[in-house]
């Protein structure tokens, strides 16, 4: 990308002494990180109600009893995260905690798993804020998967401009959300109180009653309150970017959990209280044709349908769901980094860009999730029974290090800080197994797959890492002297550029020859004549090309005095025209690379670029 267009894209480049300037205050860090885990209020309750819905009319009954059931366990994690911002304030969540106290393996599983899942998040997020988006315009679904795509490459785009910029862009709309969610639920509690209406049995689509009728009532509480459970995802994200806050970072870092609790719960119960004063809640496409989310109704119902509160709240939650993607983008990076500084990455991933920012791992991100759903057509029913599997994977493995952790260290009040994380361990491994039990047929064995092939990624590329930095150590090194070289220099006809590379040859106190390629035999002559003029200490060999072929007869040529001398050492010399407008790199035939790619497996053999510049 030329330095110019750059600029006025990313931004100018940030030096490393303004970091602490790009650190994340109360304020801006819940919208950078917490986003995601807001936005799962959006679409949490439905997730309940539709498979309810499913089993019978009546079961809509215990969906309060479900919603309660996972606020408590959403404070349970939230307090057991908390101690874990102040006990490993540098970041890295779940992966640090479980490496630091349950070994390797499981800090493995639990990086993949979060790898996985921030690449979910993106997608489902988008995916979910597209719809809220159609809900509105619903003239717009032909084009679901471009408008996904196109809102993946903004995101990724804002993130890339860096950390700080991300946070003031994203704040006014998360924060609108939050305002709206409470202006609706405030509106909808007066609405349904003065006029003292009745608590409704809420009516579906009769025709939305499947083959789950037929199942056990207790296995479709499980399936409900693990399809609610996607209202925890993000709660992580947190503990992964402590160091992303302003000083006390791991202060802050839980003052942004409390706050997150908050919000979150009250927006979910309100939404859940809401839902039991509709008349009808419409789910499927035989009463739904038009597809509106839970939400979107809500709002219909409190505002009017052709409201300006209605067209807010959509536009307020298509607005934020599409943000929540951020929380992957800020996290997956940070995340990647510390994996590949530990090597099970690769090392690029490790690099902050001129931005500050982990820009690597925000681009590798953005074209997963692309793929991801290009692959599941932008539909968000195909893509959520793949959510919240491995997040809650990771939890258990957190909150089971933790412990361990406090076991440790046995310090003031350790009993205490054991029991609490040892609650959520508890808590958080039950839902992971109801979860990957109830949605196993519906996606959640593709989850488990890909969390065991990350897995054995990651320690594939270890030990890769480790067996270079063996074959590399210094221990028992000897300084072993360069054999004896000769040096190669390829000319293609006799100009500067070629007595440039000849001379190089020269002050490496090599044996120096020359070679030329014939392609066409009229041409030799005038080589030889320009040779005997213009130089007249190197030998020129002259060696055909039956087939046209400039780099087959080369390497024919370079393999053959291998074959002579396996210990010498053959110095390539390739004079390489370098120009200054790109509009004249198409007149310019790139043989250099070429060649630099075909010999880069010999042993013994070395590439040289002499380069000349051309105005």
């Given at each position: 990308m030329p330095q110019r267009?750059?600029?006025?894209?990313?931004?100018?480049?940030?030096?490393?002494?303004?970091?602490?300037?790009?650190?994340?205050?109360?304020?801006?860090?819940?919208?950078?990180?917490?986003?995601?885990a807001l936005s799962s209020a959006a679409y949490a309750t439905e997730a309940i109600v539709s498979i309810l819905v499913l089993f019978s009319l009546q079961a809509l009954s215990v969906q309060p009893a479900i919603t309660?059931?996972?606020?408590?366990?959403?404070?349970?994690?939230?307090?057991?995260?908390?101690?874990?911002?102040h006990a490993y304030p540098a970041g890295g969540g779940s992966y640090i905690v479980a490496a630091d106290n349950l070994g390797e393996k499981p800090a493995v599983i639990a990086a993949s798993a979060l790898l996985i899942d921030y690449v979910l998040t993106v997608a489902v997020s988008i995916a979910a804020g597209v719809a809220a988006l159609v809900s509105a315009f619903p003239g717009l679904h032909p084009a679901l998967i471009e408008l996904n795509i196109g809102f993946i490459i903004l995101i990724m785009w804002a993130n890339l401009r860096g950390l700080r910029e991300s946070g003031m862009m994203f704040a006014f709309p998360s924060y609108g959300f939050v305002l709206g969610m409470f202006l609706m639920i405030v509106f909808g509690l007066f609405k349904v109180h003065a006029a003292a209406l009745p608590s409704q049995r809420v009516v579906a689509d009769p025709g939305a009653i499947g083959s789950e009728a037929m199942l056990p009532f207790f296995f479709i509480l499980l399936r409900a309150f693990s399809a609610g459970c996607v209202a925890l995802t993000g709660v992580e994200a947190i503990s992964n970017g402590v160091p992303a806050f302003k000083p006390p970072e791991s202060k802050n870092a839980a003052k942004s959990l409390r706050w997150l609790a908050a919000m979150m719960i009250c927006m979910f119960l309100g939404t859940g209280y809401l839902i039991r004063f509709l008349p009808q809640v419409s789910l499927y496409a035989t009463a739904n044709p038009a597809y509106r989310t839970v939400v979107s109704q809500l709002a219909a119902y409190v505002f009017g349908p052709n409201s300006f509160g209605f067209f807010a709240i959509q536009l307020a939650t298509a607005t934020i769901l599409i943000l929540a993607a951020n929380t992957a983008f800020a996290d997956f990076p940070r995340l990647a980094s510390i994996l590949a500084r530990d090597g099970y990455l690769p090392r690029p991933l490790a690099r902050q860009g001129d931005r500050l920012v982990y820009q690597n791992g925000i681009i590798v991100l953005g074209v997963l999730a692309i793929a991801l759903v290009s692959y599941f057509k932008g539909e968000l029913d195909l893509l959520l029974p793949l959510y919240a599997v491995g997040v809650f994977t990771a939890f258990t493995l957190s909150q089971s290090g933790m412990v361990r952790h406090w076991f440790k260290e046995k310090g003031r009040g350790w009993t205490t800080r054991i029991a609490v994380n040892g609650t959520g361990a508890l808590c958080t491994g039950v839902v992971a197994i109801v979860i990957l039990t109830t949605k196993f047929t519906e996606g959640a064995w593709i989850v488990l797959v890909l969390v065991s092939l990350a897995s054995f990624g990651l320690l594939a590329i270890r030990r890769r890492y480790h067996s270079i930095t063996e074959q590399l150590s210094m221990n028992g090194a000897v300084r072993e002297p360069v054999a004896d070289q000769r040096a190669i220099v390829l000319v293609p006809r006799v100009h500067k550029g070629v007595m440039k590379a000849i001379e190089y040859g020269k002050s490496l106190h090599a044996e120096v020859r020359c070679l030329h390629v014939s392609i066409d035999r009229r041409s030799v002559p005038a080589i030889k004549r320009d040779w005997d003029m213009y130089v007249d200490d190197v030998p020129l060999v002259i060696v055909e090309s039956p087939y046209r072929s400039l780099l087959d007869p080369v390497l024919e040529y370079i393999d053959e005095m291998l074959e002579q001398d396996p210990d010498k050492t053959v110095t390539v010399i390739v004079p390489e025209a370098v120009v200054t407008k790109w509009y004249h790199l198409p007149l310019k035939e790139n043989v250099a690379q070429q060649l630099k790619n075909a010999l880069g497996k010999r042993r013994n053999v070395v590439v040289a670029n002499v380069r000349y510049f051309l105005n």
């Amino acid at each position: 990308m030329p330095q110019r267009v750059r600029r006025v894209l990313l931004g100018a480049p940030i030096p490393t002494a303004r970091e602490h300037h790009e650190r994340l205050s109360l304020f801006l860090g819940l919208p950078v990180f917490a986003s995601d885990a807001l936005s799962s209020a959006a679409y949490a309750t439905e997730a309940i109600v539709s498979i309810l819905v499913l089993f019978s009319l009546q079961a809509l009954s215990v969906q309060p009893a479900i919603t309660l059931a996972i606020c408590a366990l959403y404070l349970i994690v939230v307090v057991s995260y908390q101690q874990t911002v102040h006990a490993y304030p540098a970041g890295g969540g779940s992966y640090i905690v479980a490496a630091d106290n349950l070994g390797e393996k499981p800090a493995v599983i639990a990086a993949s798993a979060l790898l996985i899942d921030y690449v979910l998040t993106v997608a489902v997020s988008i995916a979910a804020g597209v719809a809220a988006l159609v809900s509105a315009f619903p003239g717009l679904h032909p084009a679901l998967i471009e408008l996904n795509i196109g809102f993946i490459i903004l995101i990724m785009w804002a993130n890339l401009r860096g950390l700080r910029e991300s946070g003031m862009m994203f704040a006014f709309p998360s924060y609108g959300f939050v305002l709206g969610m409470f202006l609706m639920i405030v509106f909808g509690l007066f609405k349904v109180h003065a006029a003292a209406l009745p608590s409704q049995r809420v009516v579906a689509d009769p025709g939305a009653i499947g083959s789950e009728a037929m199942l056990p009532f207790f296995f479709i509480l499980l399936r409900a309150f693990s399809a609610g459970c996607v209202a925890l995802t993000g709660v992580e994200a947190i503990s992964n970017g402590v160091p992303a806050f302003k000083p006390p970072e791991s202060k802050n870092a839980a003052k942004s959990l409390r706050w997150l609790a908050a919000m979150m719960i009250c927006m979910f119960l309100g939404t859940g209280y809401l839902i039991r004063f509709l008349p009808q809640v419409s789910l499927y496409a035989t009463a739904n044709p038009a597809y509106r989310t839970v939400v979107s109704q809500l709002a219909a119902y409190v505002f009017g349908p052709n409201s300006f509160g209605f067209f807010a709240i959509q536009l307020a939650t298509a607005t934020i769901l599409i943000l929540a993607a951020n929380t992957a983008f800020a996290d997956f990076p940070r995340l990647a980094s510390i994996l590949a500084r530990d090597g099970y990455l690769p090392r690029p991933l490790a690099r902050q860009g001129d931005r500050l920012v982990y820009q690597n791992g925000i681009i590798v991100l953005g074209v997963l999730a692309i793929a991801l759903v290009s692959y599941f057509k932008g539909e968000l029913d195909l893509l959520l029974p793949l959510y919240a599997v491995g997040v809650f994977t990771a939890f258990t493995l957190s909150q089971s290090g933790m412990v361990r952790h406090w076991f440790k260290e046995k310090g003031r009040g350790w009993t205490t800080r054991i029991a609490v994380n040892g609650t959520g361990a508890l808590c958080t491994g039950v839902v992971a197994i109801v979860i990957l039990t109830t949605k196993f047929t519906e996606g959640a064995w593709i989850v488990l797959v890909l969390v065991s092939l990350a897995s054995f990624g990651l320690l594939a590329i270890r030990r890769r890492y480790h067996s270079i930095t063996e074959q590399l150590s210094m221990n028992g090194a000897v300084r072993e002297p360069v054999a004896d070289q000769r040096a190669i220099v390829l000319v293609p006809r006799v100009h500067k550029g070629v007595m440039k590379a000849i001379e190089y040859g020269k002050s490496l106190h090599a044996e120096v020859r020359c070679l030329h390629v014939s392609i066409d035999r009229r041409s030799v002559p005038a080589i030889k004549r320009d040779w005997d003029m213009y130089v007249d200490d190197v030998p020129l060999v002259i060696v055909e090309s039956p087939y046209r072929s400039l780099l087959d007869p080369v390497l024919e040529y370079i393999d053959e005095m291998l074959e002579q001398d396996p210990d010498k050492t053959v110095t390539v010399i390739v004079p390489e025209a370098v120009v200054t407008k790109w509009y004249h790199l198409p007149l310019k035939e790139n043989v250099a690379q070429q060649l630099k790619n075909a010999l880069g497996k010999r042993r013994n053999v070395v590439v040289a670029n002499v380069r000349y510049f051309l105005n």
